[in-house]
């Protein structure tokens, strides 16, 4: 029995998880097709899923296609949930990438594609709604071609589109084989030699088709209908034939991934985790991150539309795990795997916002029901500030915000109110600074000698700690302390912004050695220890960072506008005031696209007012792309939530507080 883990991927609202109901009934699996407007599919399970008509967490189906096993991964298609996306992606053996007929390629389907092609997922597309009036397969295609990618191969061709009755018609063999040379021989020069000398057959051909597509070189295209089920026994046997299974050696040391973490009925964990390798059974041990231990104690794997009980998972499934208390979203499971689909592949939130209970008696409540809600998108990151008493989450948008609203008065009794969105900004170092405090020197509290030199590094880089003192002039444990404390310090900068791409280099370093009294025990009033360095290193770090001069950046937006040509005049004046900076022009027939970069602030703004600016013909395509300083207006700064180093008689305040409490 062969596996494909795959998954079902698209822009909102293009039919995706319609289509996993028609392919769950086109297989046997259910008997009735469930509605997304009605709340009765099969895969957006919550209540507020049913509610809204929106995917929001990814759900597995399994289904039986001959031979094959198909664990199906219905996935998010609201841009403001990328991150559930993001998490599926390291468990794909291939995936179906949804375009709708009508509106076409989104913004969201582009980032979809190029993220499926960097990681190199073998990928299918198929063009879904051709049943609805308004759709254009042909245009649809050829903007595949120009805005996705050029290496796609159309199966067939549709009849009666924009009705009822459209169907779609794969293509005989001597039509399709035109369609396949020119992609396939991009990659094959033989198959190119072999047509030039008319030893090309369409076996042949075949072969080669299945071989680029399981290499993600080319991508078949099939359309069709969710709704009618046109061409979705023809996308069935295409997943069949050309999409590769999964790789796997039961007898393998065990290893996997958690891509998912969803508390059961009585508020335990369940993790979802792909298997790579090996045989992971109930009462099995697994090291997780930290070192965290935990003891399988249940598991059930995807089989026949549902989930079932079982002893042991093999290599290449996907289970849902009992036991694991201490489990996250990115854990390892067993033996550590290297692959272009660990790590981020799409841009972090953005936005942010502060989130209140109504109710006072509700702040603890809040925090811990905000937690769990980490558990599960560890991209919501939370920040408490226990000055003010308030928690801020990071947002991908509105959406999200709204949802997470729901979330907590629906699952938690929390009522709760959002503050404005602000966008997440970054600061980075403009020049070198530096600044050192001696041991029983000057002001200093601390039996301590720390000397630190920030340096701007390139965008992009990060932050790196360095050393310019010898390694063993002191305690090893007192570098660490130095270097962990630079890099949590480094979450607030001097505007309160998360401090990025710089170097960060120890030049001075110096202790008390243990000391004691004559017979008398350790005294730690005369010897250092890593209380000291981690009180010391905030402030010389803040001085360095000051000296060295900070610059806010503001998270920009890469935009691509199509707007009718004679609505110019009063779109750019706009686009002005929302700070949109064109880059390029050009015109598409009475069409003009207009493309640049546009601040994440003002992307709501602009998209509320484009309708009414281009009597609803405009489309706005936006992409997180990078940060640029801020240009106009106040500086943002942000509360801080630390102990305020940047304030020397404050913060030994607040550090002499903490350490005599």
Same mark, same amino acid.
């Given at each position: 029995?062969?596996?494909?883990?795959?998954?079902?991927?698209?822009?909102?609202?293009?039919?995706?998880?319609?289509?996993?109901?028609?392919? /769950?009934?086109?297989?046997?699996?259910?008997?009735?097709?469930?509605?997304?407007?009605?709340?009765?599919?099969?895969?957006?399970?919550?209540?507020?899923?049913?509610?809204?008509?929106?995917?929001?967490?990814?759900?597995?189906?399994?289904?039986?296609?001959?031979?094959?096993?198909?664990?199906?991964?219905?996935?998010?298609?609201?841009? $403001?949930?990328?991150?559930?996306?993001?998490?599926?992606?390291?468990?794909? $053996?291939?995936?179906?990438?949804?375009?709708?007929?009508?509106?076409?390629?989104?913004?969201?389907?582009?980032?979809?594609?190029?993220?499926?092609?960097?990681?190199?997922?073998?990928? /299918?597309?198929?063009?879904?709604?051709?049943?609805?009036?308004?759709?254009? @397969?042909?245009?649809?295609?050829?903007?595949?071609?120009?805005?996705?990618?050029?290496?796609?191969?159309?199966?067939?061709?549709?009849?009666?589109?924009?009705?009822?009755?459209?169907?779609?018609?794969?293509?005989?063999?001597?039509?399709?084989?035109?369609?396949?040379?020119?992609?396939?021989?991009?990659?094959?020069?033989?198959?190119?030699?072999?047509?030039?000398?008319?030893?090309? =057959?369409?076996?042949?051909?075949?072969?080669?088709?299945?071989?680029?597509?399981?290499?993600?070189?080319?991508?078949?295209?099939?359309?069709? =209908?969710?709704?009618?089920?046109?061409?979705?026994?023809?996308?069935?046997?295409?997943?069949?034939?050309?999409?590769?299974?999964?790789?796997?050696?039961?007898?393998?040391?065990?290893?996997?991934?958690?891509?998912?973490?969803?508390?059961?009925?009585?508020?335990?964990?369940?993790?979802?985790?792909?298997?790579?390798?090996?045989?992971?059974?109930?009462?099995?041990?697994?090291?997780?991150?930290?070192?965290?231990?935990?003891?399988?104690?249940?598991?059930?794997?995807?089989?026949?539309?549902?989930?079932?009980?079982?002893?042991?998972?093999?290599?290449?499934?996907?289970?849902? /795990?009992?036991?694991?208390?201490?489990?996250?979203? !990115?854990?390892?499971? !067993?033996?550590?795997?290297?692959?272009?689909?660990?790590?981020?592949?799409?841009?972090?939130?953005?936005?942010?916002?502060?989130?209140?209970?109504?109710? &006072? !008696?509700?702040?603890?409540?809040?925090?811990?029901?905000?937690?769990? /809600?980490?558990?599960?998108?560890?991209?919501?990151?939370?920040?408490?500030?226990?000055?003010?008493?308030?928690?801020?989450?990071?947002?991908?948008?509105?959406?999200?915000?709204?949802?997470?609203?729901?979330?907590?008065?629906?699952?938690?009794?929390?009522?709760?109110?959002?503050?404005?969105?602000?966008?997440? @900004?970054?600061?980075?170092?403009?020049?070198?600074?530096?600044?050192?405090?001696?041991?029983?020197?000057?002001?200093?509290?601390?039996?301590?000698?720390?000397?630190?030199?920030?340096?701007?590094?390139?965008?992009?880089?990060?932050?790196?700690?360095?050393?310019?003192?010898?390694?063993?002039?002191?305690?090893?444990?007192?570098?660490?302390?130095?270097?962990?404390?630079?890099?949590?310090?480094?979450?607030?900068?001097?505007?309160?912004?998360?401090?990025?791409?710089?170097?960060?280099?120890?030049?001075?370093?110096?202790?008390?050695?243990?000391?004691?009294?004559?017979?008398?025990?350790?005294?730690?009033?005369?010897?250092?220890?890593?209380?000291?360095?981690?009180?010391?290193?905030?402030?010389?770090?803040?001085?360095?960072?000051?000296?060295?001069?900070?610059?806010?950046?503001?998270?920009?937006?890469?935009?691509?506008?199509?707007?009718?040509?004679?609505?110019?005049?009063?779109?750019?004046?706009?686009?002005?005031?929302?700070?949109?900076?064109?880059?390029?022009?050009?015109?598409?027939?009475?069409?003009?696209?207009?493309?640049?970069?546009?601040?994440?602030?003002? &992307?709501?703004?602009?998209?509320?007012?484009?309708?009414?600016? &281009?009597?609803?013909?405009?489309?706005?395509? @936006?992409?997180?792309?990078?940060?640029?300083?801020?240009?106009?207006?106040?500086?943002?700064?942000?509360?801080?939530? $630390?102990?305020?180093?940047?304030?020397?008689?404050?913060?030994?305040?607040?550090?002499?507080?903490?350490?005599?409490?």
């Amino acid at each position: 029995m062969h596996l494909l883990n795959l998954g079902i991927l698209a822009h909102v609202d293009a039919g995706k998880t319609s289509l996993t109901e028609r392919l /769950l009934h086109t297989v046997g699996v259910i008997d009735e097709i469930g509605s997304v407007d009605d709340g009765s599919t099969q895969t957006d399970s919550s209540a507020l899923e049913r509610q809204r008509g929106i995917t929001i967490k990814s759900a597995v189906v399994s289904f039986a296609v001959d031979d094959t096993t198909v664990n199906l991964i219905d996935t998010p298609g609201h841009p $403001d949930f990328i991150a559930e996306v993001e998490r599926v992606l390291g468990v794909l $053996d291939g995936a179906v990438l949804v375009v709708s007929a009508v509106e076409g390629v989104q913004a969201q389907t582009r980032v979809l594609m190029r993220t499926l092609q960097r990681l190199r997922i073998p990928t /299918l597309i198929f063009v879904n709604k051709i049943d609805r009036r308004g759709a254009r @397969c042909a245009d649809v295609l050829e903007r595949i071609a120009e805005r996705l990618t050029p290496a796609v191969v159309p199966m067939g061709e549709v009849g009666e589109q924009g009705t009822r009755a459209a169907y779609f018609t794969p293509y005989p063999a001597a039509r399709l084989l035109p369609h396949l040379l020119d992609p396939l021989a991009d990659h094959d020069e033989e198959l190119l030699a072999a047509y030039v000398e008319d030893r090309m =057959s369409y076996g042949r051909l075949r072969s080669a088709l299945v071989a680029q597509t399981g290499a993600a070189q080319v991508h078949p295209v099939f359309f069709g =209908s969710a709704t009618t089920g046109a061409g979705v026994p023809e996308l069935i046997a295409g997943v069949r034939e050309l999409l590769p299974g999964a790789t796997s050696d039961a007898d393998a040391p065990v290893s996997g991934t958690v891509f998912k973490v969803e508390r059961g009925a009585a508020g335990e964990k369940i993790a979802y985790a792909r298997l790579f390798s090996g045989t992971l059974r109930t009462r099995d041990r697994l090291t997780l991150h930290g070192g965290e231990e935990g003891k399988v104690t249940g598991i059930s794997v995807f089989d026949g539309g549902s989930d079932v009980r079982a002893e042991s998972v093999t290599a290449g499934r996907i289970a849902r /795990l009992w036991g694991l208390g201490a489990v996250r979203i !990115g854990d390892t499971l !067993g033996a550590a795997r290297t692959s272009s689909a660990d790590g981020h592949h799409f841009a972090p939130p953005t936005l942010e916002t502060v989130v209140s209970p109504r109710r &006072t !008696g509700d702040r603890g409540a809040l925090h811990l029901a905000l937690t769990q /809600l980490a558990e599960q998108d560890p991209l919501i990151d939370l920040r408490q500030d226990d000055v003010r008493g308030e928690v801020s989450v990071s947002l991908y948008g509105e959406v999200q915000k709204e949802v997470i609203q729901a979330t907590l008065e629906d699952e938690f009794g929390i009522d709760v109110v959002f503050r404005e969105t602000t966008p997440l @900004c970054v600061e980075r170092p403009v020049g070198t600074g530096a600044a050192v405090e001696f041991n029983k020197k000057d002001a200093n509290p601390f039996l301590a000698t720390v000397g630190l030199r920030v340096d701007a590094a390139p965008v992009g880089s990060g932050v790196s700690f360095r050393l310019e003192v010898e390694l063993g002039s002191m305690p090893y444990a007192f570098f660490k302390a130095v270097e962990d404390t630079v890099q949590e310090t480094l979450g607030q900068g001097v505007h309160g912004w998360q401090v990025t791409d710089c170097t960060v280099t120890m030049t001075h370093s110096g202790y008390s050695p243990r000391q004691s009294h004559a017979h008398q025990r350790f005294d730690k009033s005369m010897s250092s220890t890593g209380a000291d360095f981690r009180g010391l290193t905030p402030l010389v770090l803040m001085d360095a960072l000051r000296a060295a001069g900070s610059r806010v950046n503001e998270p920009m937006n890469r935009f691509r506008l199509e707007a009718p040509a004679d609505t110019l005049a009063v779109v750019l004046p706009v686009l002005a005031r929302q700070r949109a900076v064109p880059q390029t022009t050009r015109m598409l027939g009475a069409t003009c696209v207009l493309e640049g970069v546009l601040p994440v602030m003002e &992307t709501h703004g602009l998209e509320q007012l484009l309708p009414g600016l &281009t009597r609803g013909e405009g489309e706005l395509e @936006c992409a997180f792309d990078h940060y640029a300083p801020v240009a106009h207006g106040a500086i943002p700064d942000r509360p801080r939530t $630390d102990m305020n180093p940047l304030d020397r008689k404050e913060y030994l305040l607040h550090v002499t507080r903490r350490t005599s409490g």
